[in-house]
């Protein structure tokens, strides 16, 4: 396969090399050759008491028989052990390497992708990757090594019945995969995105229910998402018929293998010493032992190529997941800082040279937005809801490139100074301190209620059943507002000299806004003299002596 085949990045991102699973490899093979040594020898033996010869003649053979069948079902278990043992490292280390790769790479690659997609990279399709080593790699590998062994004991046995038996298992291991995958290849991406666009829809619904229900759009969503589940639900059943048919190719293949040996079987047998049950010859007629052998070695064989058909298509869906991970980590590209970076605590001057800013389109007057920014500065940017507010505050916190002009800051590299605290921030489910720190993992219990009371939640602090060890259960469990100053309280707790907020004041009562929002741009309150603050938001906005910037 070429090195730049989507799934052999991946799995090279994920760590994955050559050897790594070589273990589970051998002792997958290992399984499916006691098996195979399990069905001849079982042949053997069975043919062989037929003739009803002293006991001890086949003591050998019945040990033999129980040490294979212990055999087999040890190297299976152990081979799942190995195989998910490789698979689970895989999507640990994806993970692990695909979040340092968002967090330092390029901002615009997270910035501008949806949630739920981004969701779905980061999960599912990271889970592809590693089912595409638990159902198609190591099965592919055992199939191989075990049906190039039933053709060579075949071979030994009679070579007429091996190549036959050559041609069945590549029918049944090469031809019926490569078919199941090629059909399935455009019925795996559509489902893949009907699954995106059900995530979405769920997202939308469980994060908006409240705007969504007050703008008697609920069952609008409520349809988009029924339509998309259909549509998933679609292309789950056609890739299971099209995957039907190609696994129907296994069954005639072993039947044909079946029939081709037995009558290959009884055809010598009757050339060479005219009776299958002459049992006395020794002039190489086809015994009873070698007539049972070749009819159940190759019932042995289909067993390892059988599930190919699914591997294929396994491998199909995990190389699609690849690739839509790997072009979100090429997205972001080489690492520009750390993933975790350290803020600089000194004040900061930010200045900002013939600004346009945007995704495609600048945004903007036309002969950019200039500013100086120094220490204790407060800043307001208003405007209509779309218009680039906060396309605006994530170009000034450093986390998108202007498309024209230049934003820098002294004495630190910007996005070692500016910190931008999004309108739609998560809350995670755990406690109220985890929750805070956050945006400081050294905070301590003082400074955290401190700044929740600062932010006007100390009432709400102190009446939790366990205080700032009380769980949340994410934003379900604080109303809109509550989650706007948890919010704020982790602005406070941070460390960065330059802070962009974005809507802070939404869902607050409309007499709590405008006083919050004169305490954030007070110099002697909230944020301090030294910090400098940049506001976003679409409310109307009279904060007497901070300059305003509103965009159209």
Known sequence: MRRDDPLLRALDFAGVRRHTPLVAIGLGAAGALSALGLAALSAWLITRAWQMPPVLYLSVAVTAVRALGISRALFRYLERLATHDVALRAMATAR???YRALAGGDPAATVRS????????TADDVDEIGDAVVRGLVPMAVGAVTSVAAVAIMAVVSPLSAVVLAGALVISGVIAPWSAARASTRIVADGAHARERVGADVTGLLWHAGEL??????????ARLRDADADHARAVDAAAARQAGAASLTPVAMLVSVVAAAVIAVDLASRVSGSLMDVSSTDGAVTPMLFGVLVLLPLSSFESTGPLTDAAIAWERG????????????????????????FDPRPATVTVRGLQWGYDVPLGPADGVDLDLRPGDRLLVTGRSGAGKSTLGMTLAGLLEPLDGSVTSDPADLRCAAAYF???????STSVRENLRVARGDATD???VDALTDVGLGRWLAGLPDGLDTELAGAASVSGGQRR???????LLHTAPVVVLDEPTEHLDRDDAPGLLRRICDRTDLFGPDRTVVVITHQSSDVDGVPVIKID
């Not at 972001?332 to 975790?340: I, L």
């Not at 999004?422 to 995670?428: C, D, I, T, V």
């Not at 100053?485 to 602005?491: H, T």
């Open 96 to 98: 692990a390497r695909l």
């Open 114 to 121: 949806d949630r739920s997609a981004l969701l779905a990279r």
């Open 213 to 222: 229900t007050v703008a008697r759009r609920r069952e609008s969503a409520l």
């Open 319 to 342: 190389r699609q997941s690849a690739a839509r991970v790997m072009a979100l980590v090429d997205a972001a590209g080489p690492p520009r800082v750390a993933a975790d970076p350290v």
């Open 422 to 428: 999004a309108e739609e921030a998560h809350l995670f």
């Open 446 to 448: 003082g400074e955290i």
């Open 485 to 491: 100053r948890i919010l704020l309280a982790r602005a």
